[in-house]
């Protein structure tokens, strides 16, 4: 007698093919992902905590000298240094001197020092590092220089943002910490410091987390599609990992327990636990590099509300010899441009980080008012045919807040009545724009900032509940990831099951 397959049978072999496919793929995905995906985990408690260097503006200008402008401005060499308009500028001490940094995107940078009149066209090592040592000193920074010397990059200065600085002097203080500050070739400004503890702890934090190893961060390109493509494929594996739990849970739920034993066992029950926010970190971490420009900014409605501002070199040179005479606090340690409704101000910043609007020439104080602000933001959203209120934030609201840190404030913010409902949060002592939120940005809140750090509102942000909640998340996940690991390389190295 002839047995023939029917349709349903072929159907339940296809299906029992498909099953076994998936089983296959997610299981060799796990061998291949399992490490990196534990060591996003892992990685992720120490970025809780530590945080990649950076120098804040808070160091920066803690480690300024104060303003000394006794000899400034009085030679003639200053007179044909500003022959174009520029965007903005600042005014600080640098290795005992008094320069002005220009900033254009025009042109490229330049530095020129106020009492000489000299262009500091590529600092050299006696320069950087009489700034260096200036910048420790005033940092409250002990031991001395230790150790010097020139480099291209290294892992905490690999970052693009510091692609007009190269080559970067590097300085190593004495002091308990091993404080490392870099000074720009270009500028002669410090540009970047760290110690000790954060270069050890972002090699298992930041480093592994971003993929960041300089090896892979100097090529951009590389190290995009690295990160773009191993979240494509690690989500890939997190979705048929959470089909395939609930399968056999519900294939065994009659029995009342998992099919699995050992680490299989914590991995099944882990999946179906924290499946769901595996697989939420590793999107919105996919999301956080905006892959294929979907989460882009249009460029319209004037990329910032503010028109990027010029000031003339006749403005810049009356400014310079209005210096000769200066009316400052003693504390202050820099002077930055601020143009605001076509008029040019100065910015008295000082060691403690308090900041005075002054007038260019009189240095008297010369506070923006919410009449000005309001007339000039109208002015500019007519032009867009828009309009809008402005309002004085005394406190952060759901799409202006700091991650664990203060944010600016007093903050003016702008809510345009246009289709994306563009939010613009202005700083209250120079009129310039601090943020823009417009749909993207938006989304961008919500599927990153929220999803990836946890940033709900302001109550999930209070510490310690933020902790609590986020190493309990953390730890489930990484016991998912961390088991499944396990049973891929004990299948990788052909150890027997038990």
């Known amino acids: 007698m002839r047995v023939t397959n029917t349709a349903s049978d072929r159907d339940q072999e296809h299906r029992t093919d498909v099953i076994r496919a998936l089983f296959l793929l997610h299981r060799y995905l796990g061998i291949i992902l399992g490490i990196l995906i534990s060591a996003w985990c892992l990685s992720a408690f120490v970025m809780m905590y530590v945080r990649f260097p950076e120098l804040t503006e808070s160091e920066e200008l803690a480690g300024l000298a104060?303003?000394?402008?006794?000899?400034c401005c009085n030679n003639e060499k200053l007179a044909g240094a500003f022959t174009r308009p520029i965007e903005s500028f600042q005014i600080e001490m640098a290795a005992g001197e008094p320069v002005i940094r220009i900033n254009s995107h025009a042109v490229d940078s330049s530095t020129i020092s106020l009492s000489s009149g000299r262009q500091l066209a590529g600092v050299d090592m006696g320069f950087a590092r009489k700034h260096a040592a200036g910048f420790l000193r005033e940092s409250g920074i002990g031991g001395g220089i230790v150790a010097a010397d020139l480099i291209r990059q290294d892992q905490w200065t690999v970052s693009g943002a510091f692609e007009r600085d190269r080559p970067l002097y590097r300085f190593r203080a004495g002091d308990p910490e091993s404080t490392e500050v870099y000074v720009s070739s270009s500028t002669g400004a410090v540009v970047q410091n760290s110690t000790g503890r954060e270069r050890f702890w972002n090699w298992f934090g930041a480093v592994a987390h971003w993929l960041y190893p300089t090896v892979l961060r100097q090529f951009r390109a590389a190290w995009y599609h690295s990160v773009v493509w191993t979240s494509v494929a690690s989500l890939c594996l997190i979705v048929i990992g959470i089909y395939i739990g609930l399968r056999q849970h519900r294939l065994r739920r009659k029995r009342g327990r998992s099919p699995y034993r050992g680490a299989a066992l914590w991995h099944h029950y882990g999946g179906l636990m924290f499946g769901a926010l595996a697989l939420?970190?590793?999107?919105?971490g996919l999301v956080s590099m905006n892959p294929w420009g979907f989460l882009a900014s249009d460029g319209s409605a004037a990329e910032s509300l503010l028109p990027i501002p010029q000031i003339a070199p006749a403005d810049v040179s009356l400014l310079i010899a209005g210096l000769r005479n200066p009316r400052l606090a003693?504390?202050?340690?820099?002077?930055?441009?601020?143009?605001?409704?076509?008029e040019l101000a100065l910015i008295a910043h000082r060691s403690n980080g308090a900041r005075t609007r002054l007038h260019p020439a009189s240095h008297a104080s010369m506070p923006l008012s919410f009449s000005e602000l309001q007339a000039t933001v109208e002015g500019l959203l007519a032009e867009q045919q828009a309009s809008a209120a402005l309002e004085l934030l005394d406190s952060e609201d759901r799409y202006y807040f700091g991650h664990h840190e203060k944010a600016v404030l007093p903050v003016y913010r702008v809510v345009a009545d246009d289709p994306e409902r563009t939010r613009y949060y202005l700083d209250p002592d120079t009129g310039q724009l601090i943020s823009k939120v417009d749909g993207k940005r938006r989304w961008y809140r919500w599927l990153f900032e929220a999803l990836h750090r946890g940033d709900f509102s302001p109550f999930v942000r209070q510490r310690p509940l933020w902790d609590v909640l986020l190493l309990t998340a953390l730890a489930g996940v990484t016991i998912l990831s961390v088991t499944g690991t396990y049973m891929g390389a004990r299948r990788l190295f052909g150890r027997r099951r038990h």
């Open 330 to 342: 003693a504390d202050t340690v820099r002077l930055e441009s601020a143009v605001f409704g076509g």
């Open 280 to 284: 939420t970190w590793v999107a919105s």
């Open 66 to 71: 104060p303003l000394n402008l006794a000899h």
